[in-house]
């Protein structure tokens, strides 16, 4: 989060521009001019920025901005707090995304005009508070669903059963978005928990019954029988 008393502080070309209730995507260099990171801005209100960054570099970037501060322009009265803990995020891609967040929050209007790409709304979804960016790192039509940090598993649970087709997902091809989810509460694919099985009559010695003397329809029968699930 970046809170700005002096209208000075920004990039020119790119920020100042940005409208309240907007998003941008940006790119931040080193002074060799390499990348440090990627990610977005979304303009909160006039003096106020929410900065997002790659996971594992949000600690980087914090010291980056606060070294400048301190050290080029010590005088501007601008302000960096690190809010990554404080917040939960569940992105919500795909063609049936729009759909399943209108199902979620049924106050929110998700057409393509209500609703533009890369602006953000603060709404309720699935009874709770929530800030919504129309947000694509892939090219398809996705949302960041933003909550409080201890909500973010009440969140994820109602995203996932909003939408059956990740369920039907799971299902036929065995994974799916949320498999994690699905993990930790013990659920496995049929061909999963085949593998296992196999793998237990290996190490019980059934195979061992199988006469390697014998012809191969006798041979084949005997494995069929030791491998019966």
């Known amino acids: 989060m970046v809170r700005l008393r002096d209208e000075g502080w920004s990039h020119e070309e790119m920020i100042s521009s940005l409208a309240v209730g907007s998003c941008r995507y940006g790119v931040m260099c080193r002074l060799d001019g390499m990348v440090l990171d990627d990610g977005t801005v979304a303009r909160l209100a006039p003096d106020r920025f929410l900065l997002t960054t790659t996971t594992g570099n949000a600690g980087a970037v914090l010291d980056w901005l606060e070294e400048w501060l301190q050290t080029e322009w010590p005088d501007l009265r601008v302000y960096c707090t690190s809010v990554t803990e404080q917040w939960a995020t569940v992105a919500l891609v795909g063609p049936g995304s729009r759909a399943a967040l209108a199902q979620l929050a049924p106050a929110l209007d998700v057409s393509v005009a209500g609703f533009p790409f890369m602006t953000w709304r603060d709404t309720v979804v699935a009874g709770l508070g929530a800030r919504v960016c129309r947000i694509s790192f892939s090219g398809e039509l996705a949302y960041e669903i933003h909550v409080p940090a201890d909500r973010g598993r009440a969140m994820w649970e109602a995203v996932i059963v909003a939408e059956p087709a990740i369920l039907l997902q799971h299902a036929v091809q065995g994974w799916c978005p949320p498999v994690t989810y699905f993990r930790r509460r ?44």
């Open 186 to 229: 013990g659920v496995r694919t049929g061909e999963e928990i085949a593998e296992e099985r196999f793998a237990l009559k290996a190490l019980r010695g059934d195979f061992r019954n199988v006469d390697q003397a014998s012809d191969a329809l006798t041979r084949a029968d005997a494995a069929l029988i030791a491998a019966r699930i």
